[in-house]
């Protein structure tokens, strides 16, 4: 079985399933085995949802739910590059 570490350096090529049949098969498994894990998972996708809502349409207002803490560092980074 995968450690977690193992597991969060091939996180993103698994979300995006881009791993050989066995190694994504390992890393379902211990998603299904590792409540931390799962719950890591679930966050990152939260997380990429949030930055396509973002970035779908710059002219739109931001969403009520989104905090205003992400706003300011999206703002910040922004500027800064």
Not at 34 to 55: H, M, N, P, S, T
Request: proline content about 6%.
């Amino acid at each position: 079985m995968l450690t977690c570490k193992e597991f969060d350096d091939f996180m993103v090529d698994y979300l995006e399933q881009g791993l050989p049949v066995w190694r994504n098969f390992m890393c379902w498994l211990h998603v299904k085995m590792c409540r931390e894990c799962a719950d890591f998972v679930r966050d990152y996708k939260r997380a990429v949802k949030l930055g396509q809502i973002a970035f779908d349409s710059p002219d739109e207002p931001v969403p009520d739910f989104v905090p205003e803490e992400l706003i300011k560092a999206a703002l910040s980074h922004r500027r800064s590059n």
